[in-house]
């Protein structure tokens, strides 16, 4: 390491490479302003998911009404999402790049480094958000008045233990959830940049908005089952705790089979699908507004560049 950069010997053009280290920080800034512009703008829809999930059992015609109240836990979500996706993006393209450099012996698909950046940047930013995750999701579903009246019951009757209710449930849903998002992103991305011109050192809105919902969708329907399990284990923090990620899933199979499973299927999917159009949409004006898109691309287009490099010396 020298200075504020990092070295890596380029296999595209075996010359060396300076990847500083302020492009993984601006990225993680875009990423986190990005999550807090998505979730302002849709957080109704994810209440909405969280009140039909959670509900396992009959409610009360209060309790009913009360979790219409769309925008509950937006204040401890904002600060959530923003350290979440800050340290995400961070940590994915820190990650990203220096795969990269180790991929060179072992000359691997572009698809397998960015599924293994991706989990260990996501594993990292779980740690953080489940205690927001878990303040949230009970807001949704009117277990406290206020939050801040959550954070000192929870903390009262569980101690720190009672933020990480659903951590399993959470890693669970996350990590197949990112390594099919990301990815499927970067795919459509690159692929947009391949058969685009080849001069073009910018991302197309239109390419980023259609790349993040199918991203979203696709992604966000698939782990539904899981999020189905985790809505139940949070919000349950302070009663049922002691059940595992396991029995909670077999308690809502035996409600209904798959179909409870999948219960806030399609509205998840709808809220995902516009959540990527948003959220990519957002983050690639950061990096147009941070003046560091232009070396996002050109990793990207080295990126194809290897992969087609390696395609031909297999053959």
């Not at 937006?74 to 795969?99: H, K, M, Q, R, V």
């Not at 399993?168 to 099919?180: D, G, K, M, N, Y």
């Not at 985790?230 to 089979?257: A, Q, V």
């Amino acid at each position: 390491v020298h200075g504020d950069t990092l070295q890596f010997t380029s296999v595209m053009e075996g010359q060396k490479k300076q990847v500083k280290w302020d492009y993984p920080s601006w990225c993680g800034l875009c990423g986190g302003c990005a999550g807090v512009i998505t979730d302002s703008l849709v957080y109704p829809l994810d209440t909405l998911k969280t009140s039909i999930q959670a509900a396992g059992w009959k409610m009360k015609a209060k309790d009913r009404k009360s979790s219409g109240r769309l925008y509950a836990g937006l204040d401890i979500a904002l600060p959530g999402t923003f350290i979440w996706n800050s340290l995400f993006f961070f940590c994915y393209e820190f990650i990203n790049t220096n795969l990269l450099k180790f991929n060179e012996k072992y000359q691997l698909p572009t698809t397998w480094v960015h599924v293994g950046a991706a989990s260990a940047a996501e594993i990292i930013a779980i740690t953080a958000r489940n205690p927001f995750e878990v303040v949230k999701q009970n807001r949704q579903f009117s277990e406290f008045s206020n939050t801040w009246r959550g954070i000192r019951q929870i903390m009262k009757e569980r101690g720190i233990k009672g933020f990480y209710a659903g951590y399993s449930a959470l890693v669970f849903r996350e990590i197949p959830f990112t390594i099919i998002e990301i990815p499927l992103y970067e795919f459509c991305i690159e692929k947009y940049l391949q058969y685009s011109d080849g001069n073009k050192q910018s991302i197309g809105r239109g390419a980023s908005a259609l790349s993040g919902a199918i991203s979203g969708i696709i992604a966000g329907f698939f782990t539904t089952p899981v999020d189905v399990i985790k809505s139940r284990m949070m919000t349950n923090t302070l009663k049922l705790h002691n059940r595992s990620f396991l029995d909670w899933g077999k308690t809502i199979y035996s409600e209904g089979g798959i179909q409870s499973l999948f219960k806030g299927g399609l509205i998840r999917a709808i809220f995902l699908g516009l959540g990527g159009i948003i959220f990519f949409l957002a983050y690639t004006e950061g990096l147009k507004i941070t003046d560091i898109e232009s070396r996002y691309v050109q990793m990207r287009k080295q990126e194809q560049l290897y992969l087609s490099s390696t395609l031909q010396k297999k053959k």
